[in-house]
């Protein structure tokens, strides 16, 4: 289906206890729509998503202190559509039909889409997080 992860998983950092020491978790940018965690954080999904509904989830977003994790992929920003290199047959594959699809399908359009959360969003690295998440838990 289109939504992914643990359903009862926290929005926001969240650490966990090890015999080693503690692992912080940052998980991927969701959304809450009609009862679906639905994937907002990049790549294709974020690609897929009608502008509409990314708009309606950014305040949704913003409310979580530690933040929410956004990426997404070089090419993505690219003015050139993806494509393997070689073996012509390779183009007729399944495959690599769906490859091509699913990779360039909308990209030209992912500036526009995260334009808006660009102006709206405070974005910093997780490091920067992590220190302050850290400092809290002293």
């Given at each position: 289906g289109l939504g992914y992860g643990i359903p009862e998983a926290p929005h926001e950092a969240f650490r966990i206890d090890t015999r080693s020491g503690g692992l912080w978790e940052f998980p991927l940018a969701t959304y809450d729509f009609r009862g679906r965690r639905?994937?907002?954080?990049?790549?294709?999904?974020?690609?897929?998503?009608?502008?509409?509904?990314?708009?309606?989830?950014?305040?949704?977003?913003?409310?979580?202190?530690?933040?929410?994790?956004?990426?997404?992929?070089?090419?993505?920003?690219?003015?050139?559509?993806l494509r393997l290199e070689g073996d012509w047959r390779l183009a007729v594959?399944?495959?690599?039909?769906?490859?091509?699809?699913?990779?360039?399908?909308r990209t030209p359009g992912i500036l526009r889409n995260l334009r808006?959360?660009?102006?709206?969003?405070?974005?910093?690295?997780?490091?920067?997080?992590?220190s302050s998440l850290a400092a809290d838990n002293r």
């Open positions: 639905i994937p907002v954080a990049g790549g294709s999904y974020f690609r897929l998503l009608p502008q509409a509904l990314l708009r309606r989830a950014v305040p949704d977003l913003d409310r979580y202190a530690s933040g929410s994790v956004f990426y997404f992929h070089p090419y993505e920003f690219s003015q050139t559509k594959t399944p495959g690599y039909l769906k490859y091509r699809l699913l990779h360039n399908f808006p959360l660009l102006v709206t969003l405070q974005f910093c690295p997780l490091g920067e997080i992590v």
